[in-house]
């Protein structure tokens, strides 16, 4: 992985921006000097002010005999045959915050719903919560988008598929890797990832997965357009220097 560059040798995408984490409830201090903790691709060696996330196809085989299952969406990098990233940075306010474009060709979507016909595929994101210089950390929340924005064209939406089990809401490490989701020879099979333990429904967790499902009709799918944007926001609150802080990023996937 190279960081401070554009691309980066996995299916995800792990993006940064050189901007400070920001204190929210008891506040962060003066002239950015006090940072409680950043959202960062990994514990040390990744980018601060960072999430991993991607489109997963559920039901490609992924190997081992065809027990292993789930597929990431590459990344757009335009360089043909590499697994990399393009993604733009930024900060935003109201509420202040971190921002990452990541670019996702349609074609590669479409290319792999035509390897194996599926009607939605789902967004999967991992972050750890790294601290920063007011001390240990206690009290971690990670929140999920209670909805989403987009712009979308040719009948494609986002949708909600439920609230599930937010067993890894208060996890200081939720990294999501590239890799399969699915092991049907385990029990349970699903393979946690990033944020996502388990997908079990839990009503009134507050804990969102979202999938994207195609336009058209039966058997004559319609998929993204170029330019169409989805973006997701994510708050982490957490205790650190005797205050509650907030660090909140809005992770933009956009089709080209």
Known sequence: MVIGRDTIPIHMINTYTQFPATGGGGGGG???????????VDASSGANNAMTGAL????RTAGGGGA?????????????????GQSSYGTASSPTRTTQTAHVRTSEVQGSYNIQATFEMVFFFGGYVRQGNLGSLSNIHWQTPSSVTTSLSNGVTVQQTGELSDTNEHDQDNTLVDGHSVDINSNPSFVPQGIYADLNKSNGSGFYLYSLRWGGGRGS????????????????????????????????????
């Open 68 to 84: 292993l299952r789930g597929i990431y969406i590459d990344f757009a990098d335009g360089t043909s045959g590499t697994n990399g």
């Open 56 to 59: 997963h196809h559920f039901n």
């Open 30 to 40: 003066g002239g950015g000097s006090s940072v409680p903790f950043t959202i960062a």
């Open 221 to 256: 799918p319609t998929f993204p357009a170029a330019n169409d944007t989805i973006s997701f926001t994510f708050t982490v609150d957490a205790d650190a220097g005797g205050s509650t802080h907030t660090v909140i990023h809005e992770f933009i996937m956009k089709f080209i």
